[in-house]
């Protein structure tokens, strides 16, 4: 019976020799499968009916009367399948058949846009939404890993974040175990690398994903398209390695796209995707006589998963070729439906449920030490990490001071001649230096969150781009060990903030070293180190809001305009500069409290101002009235009444802001991780 799909016409006889070669891999499937009877699988996975739908408009933004209409789409349709320890389970299928949407769905990971239907039990108990995260180890298709650490210290941190109770040495014996398991032992001591910089391979860089996963000694773990981006040869290899990591007693799945045909006798399951259906799903042996049997038998010397994946997918080139592939599609998904392989199959599944001594569910090593060691543990690694990124600590250091190059290039020497622009040009520099700190520390969090402090911003298309090519990004990790249960995300925010101060210390100091001195502010080292306590204030409030707003927000372009437009507008109401208080209409006078710069602003008005005597030059052409102001309290008094009494009460203030934008941002990530979670 040959249909539509035209390398079936080769002949009954190619069918026959087809058949004859994949009962050898049949074969030795059943040695290594625990599907042998002699073999009791110690832990069992099994997906029961699993549904996703989700509702979307039906149009763009910008045609309006079919954006305002929406339509369910199914992305998944009733997947069943089980697996036991001691198996791996490949799911091909075409790009955006619904693999890792599948993959997301069984490891209680999809999102909370759309309508999730169906059971996953492990040993045939149901899991509870709680219980996923600590039973599914998952690998995703981006290695997500700090450039600058070596192998062996990417792992430990991780143990050390994952496993408490285990002594400095355990920890580094189970590294150790997990290295060898890995096969890398070799490249222990090599940093993993960037774009920029060597590090280790593409095929190591993702085994040291997967030993990351294997520290907390999973049952069950999920991996999505493990192989994408490698080599044949090294994706081959990957999947000899996962086919290994089954045979110890556990469960692979793993989605795969085009694997070499050798893999056939590697995987113990396979299942076909498309359209978010399983168009079938058993043994490789299985797998070959099923299509036979439907009249699309493998010719000889093809690779039989490019043969299938092809024969399941729908092309949507062209409305009969649609047409035409769907029903194909759809006659393989129904013959599937009604074959003893899926009867088998939910068997299984049923029985898995019926039994009545159920084993536990396998849960990973989860022994978290406490949060304060977590952070610990955190700050370390985010700290050793950013200290070796040469580049990037030298841009961190040196950024305020070429900003401040400029500033001083520009305003050369600071006068006591009011006609020669005493007062201007101080308030010009104090609006500066409230202004532009903001500015640098969102470009710190900005290049270290999204870009990895690695690639500059204008050089890349976005984060997405990001993880793909390999560049890790801090928020990329936070989100992914945020998921494995390693940590919550606000304490990788705290982290981050602990490791950063000292950077951000030194850098405001750097700038505010050259800037007073070189231009000749109010000459007195106490002044001189207020003015630097005032100006470190808005460049970490800079990066602080820059988190916080990232925390809430995913995409980086509108943290970039809502921190800047927070920025101008504090600077606008809470400056007195663009108009003064006094003449401000109520409401913004109270909103100005509400802004860090009014207090900065008025600290570093009586820092350079008080006491300050000016003297106003004979030169003809003086303005009326240019020399009235002859000393600093003067002008404080008229643009800033009682500043002078609330030096202390600002400064405190100001320093508020600190704790208080740290408690915001630990509240919208507890806020953002409760909602993306439920
Ligand atoms: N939350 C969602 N909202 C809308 N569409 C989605 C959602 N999740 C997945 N999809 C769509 O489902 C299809 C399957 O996606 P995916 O699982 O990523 O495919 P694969 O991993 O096989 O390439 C894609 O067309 C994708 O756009
Ligand atoms: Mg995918």
Redesign the pocket.
Known sequence: MNRSYSLSGEGTEADARSKESFKFVSEKMASHSPANPDEVPTCSLSVSQVSYT?S?RVGPWWDLPSYRKRWT?Q?LTNVSFHVDSGQILGIL?N???????LLDAISGRI?N??KLLGEVCVNGRKLKQEQFQDCFSYVLQSDNLLSYLTVEETLTFTAHLALRRHSSSAIRKKVGMVMAELSLGHVAHCVIGGRVFPGISGGERRRVSIAGQLLQDPKVILLDEPTTGLDSMTANQIVVLLANLAKRDRIVVV?IHQPRSELFRVFSRIAIMSQGELVFCGQPGEMVDFFSDQGYGCPEYCNPFDIYVDLTSVDTRCSERQATTYNRMHDIASAYRSSEIYRRMLGRIEESRQVTDKPCIPFKSKESPSGLSKLGVLFRRTMRNLSRDRMGVLMRLSQNLIYGLFVVFFVMKLDKDVTKGAVQDRIGIIYQAMGASPYTGMLNAVALCEYGGVVPPLWVGGAETQSVQGVPAVRAISDQESKDGLYHKWQMFLAYIFHILPFSIISVFIFSSFLYWTVGMYPEVSRFLCFSGVILVPHVIGELLTLVLMGVVQDPNMVNTGVALLNVAGIMVGSGFLRSNQQMPTVFKMLSYLTFQKYGCELLIVTEFHGLNFTCGDAPGIIPGQCMMSNGDAIIEQGYPGALTRYTQDFIMLYAFLPALVLLGIISFKIRDHLVRR
């Open positions: 989700v979307e789409r992305i299928g790009s955006g058949s619904g693999k890792t949407t999102g846009t759309g989605t």
